[in-house]
């Protein structure tokens, strides 16, 4: 069963860091390239990173460049989101998902997880 599990969500006060993974399970992560997107409430989906499969290439949105890192794993079959100086506007659901390169269109985009939570707030 092909699968994409996300965790590491949360809540965290403005200037305050997470890290985000996202474990794949049936399937091998070396032949995809993932992304990180995000929806707010009432907002449609962004895309935040990608990293390509293997992870020499890596993509950010323009809003989270120089505070964000993705990382992979592929031995672990894990990606990551490292989240530094959060502020307010990151809140979202995040989700990761599997692609064979980096698009920018979330509907080119395979399998999903099923989101985790990440709020910052103080």
């Known amino acids: 069963q092909v699968q994409l599990v996300e965790s590491g969500g949360g809540l965290v006060q403005p200037g305050g860091s997470l890290r985000l993974s996202c474990a794949a399970s049936?399937?091998?992560?070396?032949?995809?390239?993932i992304g990180w997107f995000r929806q707010a409430p009432g907002k449609e989906r962004e895309g935040v990173s990608c990293?390509?499969?293997?992870?020499?290439?890596?993509v950010y949105t323009e809003s989270v460049k120089g505070r964000f890192t993705i990382s992979r794993d592929n031995a672990k079959k894990s990606v990551y989101l490292q989240m530094n100086s959060l502020k307010p506007e990151d809140t979202a659901v995040y989700y990761c998902?599997?692609?064979?390169?980096?698009?920018?269109?979330?509907?080119?985009?395979?399998?999903w997880g099923q989101g985790t939570q990440v709020t910052v707030s103080s």
């Open positions: 998902a599997t692609n064979t390169w980096c698009s920018r269109y979330p509907g080119q985009y395979d399998y």
């Open positions: 049936g399937f091998s992560l070396d032949y995809y390239a």
């Open positions: 990293i390509s499969r293997s992870g020499g290439v890596t």
